[in-house]
């Protein structure tokens, strides 16, 4: 009989081996637990935006590491954004703010539920600027720094 999938909220609730430190070369880097990932998105009030690297930096700090895994912090942004859209189906709570999240650039996540669509339509509901631009980039929110939010 096959296994039955995990929900994103079972994902979500279910690293209790994390967060820990990894000794590496570039210095001590945290492996964040994605609840911890998930509390700072939720901490992003409406109409304000965070990065990704905003989030890794806080996470370094408050577990006093030199850095911040990339990839299992983005595996854990998109799980938490997953998770949301489960709880807004289900009626569970107030959702993670997901959409608030933006790369670096201001860039929209494709890899978010509904993709950079859905997550325009959000931040357009929000009051920000969706710009296109060229090439396969995805949009971006114009001046998304002026919206940029401390955690």
Known sequence: ?????KTAREKLEGKKDLPKIVDTPKGRMLVPNPLDVDGLMRK?????LVTVSQIR???????EAEWTCPMTTGIFIRIAAEAAEEDLCTGRGEPTPYWRVLKQDGGLNEKFPGGVEQQAVRLIE?????????????PRVKDFEKSLQEI
């Not at 992003?44 to 304000?48: D, E, I, P, T």
Request: zero cysteines; a positive charge.
């Open 1 to 5: 009989m096959a296994k039955a999938r």
């Open 44 to 48: 992003v009030g409406r109409g304000r």
């Open 57 to 63: 930096e806080h996470l370094a700090g408050d577990f």
């Open 126 to 138: 929000e009051g920000h600027i969706i710009e296109e631009r060229k090439g396969k980039k995805p």
